[in-house]
């Protein structure tokens, strides 16, 4: 299952969700303001990142700047409470899935959350005469350009 971590006001949010509908791709959204993160979850987004709170804490945040917040200097557990009281800090929208993570909203990148079967029919067989072209032909035309 797909997971979008995001916030109202966010414009890659809107577009990730807009091109998960479009492929009618199911997700799970959780507005980080209205959803209370638990310990679990985000220890877990900081192991899927390749370059852990780097990938997910915006450090232009206002209460990073405001407070000259050092998270490099955190243990893990000082920084999930941080993340927990400041949610604003996490960058977004975070996608992820058993298999990818992406932050931000990247048009070239977010085909990986297409499943692998669809994107393997896509590149064999999907034209723009296959009734389904519009889900699964369009994500093929995209990556061959």
Known sequence: MIVVYTSPGCASCRKVKQWLKDRELPFIEKNIFKTLLNDNEIKHLLMRSENGSDDIISKRSKIIQDEKVDVEEMTTDQLISFIKKNPSVLKRPIILNEDSF???YDEEEIGVFVPHELRKLADN??????????TCGQIRVKDAE
């Open 102 to 104: 992406q932050v931000g």
């Open 125 to 134: 067989c999907c034209d723009k005469e296959c009734p389904v072209f519009e």
